[in-house]
């Protein structure tokens, strides 16, 4: 396909005083002519294999590192979850714990609570502590610790427990 362009004095094609010529051929080049001096060009679509090597490298660290990022999130959860529900089972038998001291009545001293795939085992343990001006002062542990697979913990929850009608 040749394509010329110009200006003529006269208005017609045959009296161009300036003339450029573009010529695109079937190897996918350009000639670019006009007065005299010729350009080719050659015209280059789509990637080299250097490019899309480089590209799909670049693609696979940002993936890499976008899938580490959720996966230390999703430990995070589930250990936030372990200990969360380590400290309500910790909080409700120490409740339990007192409300059966200020009673009088004989209390647990372990217990276990089996959820979906958690076992948690609890311990509670007091002991006098020795202030003068409190001979029947307590302080109260419970102990919550679980294990789910390769993932454990341990949790202590510890208060002080006066009750004046302790014997």
């Known amino acids: 396909m040749i394509l010329q362009t110009g200006k003529s004095n006269n208005g017609t094609a045959a009296g161009l005083k300036r003339y450029r ?50 996966i230390v999130n999703w430990d995070a959860r589930l250990r936030s979850e372990d200990y969360t529900r380590a400290v309500i089972i910790a909080i409700e038998e120490m409740e339990k714990a007192i409300e059966q001291t200020r009673m009088g009545e004989m209390m647990e001293t372990d217990g276990s609570l089996a959820e979906e795939k958690r076992q948690f085992d609890w311990r509670f343990t007091d002991s006098d502590v020795d202030v003068e001006d409190y001979p029947k002062l307590k302080e109260i542990n419970m102990e919550t610790e679980w294990k789910e697979g390769k993932r454990s913990g341990r949790y202590v929850l510890s208060t002080f427990f006066f009750n004046p009608i302790l014997d």
Request: proline letters at 0%; a positive charge.
């Open 21 to 70: 010529q573009i010529t695109v051929n079937s190897t996918r080049s350009v000639q670019i002519s006009n007065r005299g001096f010729t350009w080719s060009l050659r015209i280059e679509a789509g990637f080299t294999l250097v490019e899309i090597l480089v590209a799909v490298s670049i693609l696979a660290i940002a993936i890499i590192t976008i899938f580490q990022v959720f």
